[in-house]
């Protein structure tokens, strides 16, 4: 029987944007055992909202995350409509799907650059970031912000986007469309990257919907589930089906990741062809009184808001189920018996945000 | 401000999140691909403080992770400085009412410039950068006037 060692993994480490701490427990080079402590970027978010102003809240709630940035408010802001019953135009719905979706397509570009990175691909991870450039360009256009758009609202959207501008984002975004399936073969068919990612971490179908991974992860297993199936939104009158691979392993998740930017890219022609014209806000009146559950699709995976209000404008209880938090357990077990060296990969494969995990 | 062409050695960066919202993070890393990429300069980002330069921290920091930025103060050697990006680094930003932060990086080590911005943008964090250069060099001078503390013996 070998020895067992304890190496530590974080706060601060090279490999981590964000700072999470692993107790990684090995047998020689083979890890048994991951323990993960958390809370470094805890900002005690969700006690906030019985402070703010339930509309202030939204853009409180955009900085959960500033990858996802647009789609928190969008749930927050599906939320309180929900608990106010409040209608939202129709062209307002449109708009947060073609933000949302933009969302989409920059935190799967900024996913694939550095799982490019973590694999030692640096030329692959500029490539990729210079993509993304093009589309944040797009997104401050659209919206005036790069990273937080600022545009979500309580009862619609801040700004609307004119018919020119649509016309003009449609034609770049074909170009981007071309340049990311260029970047999208190196990362299908390039042998080094599928010696790197092909078998590695490997998250069987049952074991995925045992543990409650959810997004890509779990469609990388070969399970076609994804929220924006409910209909929320403008995702009813869009034509399109869940992404799914087999494998489960990181080559799989990585290519659900990549088809659902080919995806995003078709969804937001079809919402720009199909937006209706009128006003992109309604008024709020009233103070929100109830409770609502909004389910939304991420980037990384279903994420579950709940508000709860008592007919004051502070909101008595405000919780968000992120899913990185939910795809934590699928990704502990997918560490165990894995070698040292595929600990960063493996652990980028779920796409982790800790600062929306923590709040 | 002094120049670029001025410095002989290359600056060297620590990047830490003491809990921000990602935003400033990307944003940061953003400067090192191709659109600004700061490498071409020599600005290179590491992971290791004792290898750094220029500590930049993004975000207010909360009550978990005091130790760790004081910490990676501790372990940067002489002469350094501290670069605060984003509104959260400066102050708190949205989050300063909340319970777990204590505020601004400079309620925990001394801050030498602000980069103000909610997310701060890639020039802004590049702008702040070329000022910590010239703080950098500052202290170096000083540091050369009053005499190179004394090295410890090598071992026979």
Not at chain 2, 83 to 107: I, K, M, P
């Amino acid at each position: 029987m070998s020895r067992r060692t304890i190496i530590p993994f974080g706060p601060q480490h090279p490999v981590l944007p964000e700072p999470i701490h692993l107790d990684l427990v090995m047998e020689d080079e083979k890890v048994v055992e991951a323990i993960p402590s958390i809370g470094f970027i805890h900002r005690g978010l969700e006690k906030m909202a019985e402070k703010k102003d339930f509309q202030e809240m939204a853009y409180i709630a955009e900085r959960i995350c500033g990858i996802c940035s647009f789609i928190h408010s969008m749930g927050y802001c599906q939320a309180i409509e929900a608990v106010l019953r409040l209608e939202i135009p129709r062209r307002a719905e449109f708009l947060r799907v073609i933000w949302g979706e933009m969302s989409r397509i920059h935190s799967h570009l900024l996913w694939l650059g550095l799982t490019a990175d973590a694999f030692g691909f640096e030329s692959l991870f500029m490539h990729t970031w210079r993509l993304r450039e093009k589309l944040l360009d797009l997104i401050e256009e659209t919206s005036g912000g790069r990273v937080i758009f600022g545009v979500c609202k309580v009862g619609g959207v801040r700004r609307d986007v004119d018919a020119e501008a649509l016309d003009r984002l449609l034609a770049a975004l074909a170009d981007l469309e071309a340049d990311c399936r260029e970047i999208a073969a190196v990362f299908a068919r390039d042998a080094s990257v599928q010696r790197r990612l092909s078998g590695i971490g490997v998250l069987p179908k049952e074991e995925a919907l045992r543990l409650g991974a959810v997004g890509p992860t779990l469609r990388g297993s070969g399970v076609p589930s994804d929220s924006r199936r409910l209909g929320y939104a403008a995702y009813d009158a869009l034509d399109w089906a869940p992404v799914t691979e087999e494998a489960g392993d990181c080559r799989a998740r990585c290519l659900v990741r990549m088809r659902e930017i080919a995806q995003s890219f078709d969804l937001i022609r079809q919402a720009v062809a199909k937006i209706p014209e009128g006003p992109v806000s309604a008024k709020v009146v009233g103070a929100p009184r109830g409770e609502y559950f909004a389910r939304l699709e991420q980037p990384r995976g279903e994420v579950v808001y709940y508000v709860k209000g008592n007919g004051t404008k502070h909101l008595e209880r405000f919780r968000v189920r992120t899913p990185t938090f939910a795809n934590l357990p699928p990704l502990l077990k997918i560490l165990q018996g894995c070698e040292l060296p595929d600990v960063p990969i493996i652990v980028l494969t779920i796409d982790p945000c800790i600062s929306c995990a923590e709040r | 401000m002094i120049p670029m062409a001025f410095f002989k050695k290359s600056p060297w960066l620590l990047h830490y999140d003491a809990s921000s919202c990602n935003g400033c993070d990307i944003e940061v890393l953003a400067c090192l691909t191709p659109i600004y990429d700061v490498e071409r300069f020599g600005v290179i980002n590491t992971g290791n403080p004792k290898h750094a330069d220029i500590l930049l921290i993004t975000g207010a920091v909360n009550a978990q992770n005091e130790e760790v930025v004081r910490n990676l103060y501790a372990q940067m050697a002489d002469p350094k400085v501290v670069v605060a990006a984003g509104a959260c680094a400066l102050s708190g930003g949205v989050f300063q009412d909340s319970y777990n932060v204590l505020g601004g990086v400079d309620r925990v080590i001394p801050v030498d410039v602000y980069v103000p911005g909610c997310a701060t943008r890639p020039e802004a964090i590049i702008d702040g950068v070329v000022q910590a250069l010239a703080v950098l060099e500052r202290k170096a001078a000083e540091m050369k006037r009053r005499g190179a503390p004394e090295q410890p013996e090598k071992p026979a």
